[in-house]
C-alpha cells in the first residue's frame, strides 16, 4: 500500500503571508489534487495535475498557485493569507478516473 | 459545467433503521464514473463506493447505490443503520478531463 504525505499538519500565517502546504505520495500516481474542505460548502477542487510539471485549474484557484515538480509530490501556496480564514486543505492522488486517495490534511488559520 | 447536489445537510437516523442519503447531478462533458466517499471524524476521506455503469447495484460495507442516468441519480441507501456507521458522507463524480467533483456532503448521525 501507499501513503500520503501532508505537511504541516497545522499552518498558522499571518494575514497577507505567503503560505506553503506540501504533498507527498507513494502510490506512483500520476493525477494530484488540491481541495479545500469547508463546513457544509463540501470539497472544492483548487488545482489539480494529471502528470509531472502539468497544472490545471480548479473552481477555486484565485489565490492560490501550485508546482508540481515532481511525480511524487505536489505543493500549494495561498499567495496571501485572508484575516480570520480557518479551513482545511486536502491532498489526494489517483490513477486516471479511480478513486482518490486522500492525505490527512493541513489545517490552516490566519491570525 | 458539472455539479453534484447533496439535498440533505443533516441526515439523523435509529440504529436499525434504513437510511437513504441523495445524490443528483449535473454533467455537460462526459462522465466517467460516480463515487461516495466517506469521511469519519479526525480521518481523510475514503472510497465507499464506485460505479460507471447506468442501472447496475454497487454494495460495499452494507452500503448500495445505483446509478440511474435517466434521472441524474446515485442515491446511497443501507437498510439497516449501524452507530459506526454516522460519519460525513460525500458523492462524487469524476469527468474525461480527471477532474472529481463533490457534492456539499451530509453528516449521517446514527442514534441509538
Known amino acids: 500500500g501507499g501513503i500520503i504525505t501532508q505537511t504541516p499538519k497545522f499552518l498558522i500565517g499571518q494575514e497577507g503571508q505567503k503560505l506553503t502546504l506540501k504533498c507527498q505520495q507513494n502510490?506512483?500516481?500520476?493525477?494530484m489534487y488540491w481541495y479545500r474542505q469547508d463546513s457544509g460548502k463540501g470539497l472544492r477542487l483548487i488545482y489539480y495535475?494529471?502528470?509531472?510539471?502539468?497544472?490545471q485549474k480548479g473552481d477555486l484557484s484565485e489565490g492560490y498557485d501550485a508546482s508540481r515538480e515532481k511525480k511524487s509530490s505536489f505543493s500549494l501556496t495561498v499567495t496571501s493569507a485572508q484575516k480570520n480564514e480557518m479551513a482545511v486543505f486536502l491532498c489526494?492522488?489517483?490513477?486516471?478516473?479511480?478513486?482518490?486517495?486522500f492525505g490527512h490534511g493541513t489545517k490552516l488559520s490566519v491570525l | 459545467g458539472d455539479s453534484v447536489t447533496q439535498t440533505e445537510g443533516l441526515v439523523t437516523v435509529t440504529e436499525g433503521l434504513p437510511v437513504k442519503l441523495n445524490c443528483t447531478y449535473q454533467?455537460?462533458?462526459?462522465?466517467?464514473?460516480f463515487f461516495w466517499y466517506v469521511q469519519y471524524l479526525n480521518e481523510a476521506p475514503q472510497v465507499l463506493l464506485k460505479?460507471?455503469?447506468?442501472?447496475k447495484r454497487t454494495e460495499h460495507q452494507g452500503f448500495h447505490a445505483t446509478l440511474h442516468k435517466s434521472s441524474s441519480s446515485f442515491h446511497l441507501q443501507k437498510s439497516s443503520a449501524q452507530l459506526s456507521d454516522s460519519a460525513l458522507y460525500y458523492c462524487?463524480?469524476?469527468?474525461?478531463?480527471?477532474?472529481?467533483?463533490f457534492g456539499d456532503g451530509t453528516q449521517l448521525v446514527v442514534k441509538p
Open positions: 462524487a463524480l469524476s469527468d474525461h478531463n480527471n477532474r472529481i467533483f
Open positions: 495535475s494529471i502528470t509531472e510539471n502539468d497544472l
Open positions: 454533467t455537460t462533458y462526459l462522465t466517467i464514473a
Open positions: 489526494a492522488s489517483s490513477y486516471s478516473n479511480e478513486r482518490l486517495f
Open positions: 460505479s460507471s455503469t447506468d442501472n
Open positions: 502510490f506512483n500516481h500520476d493525477t
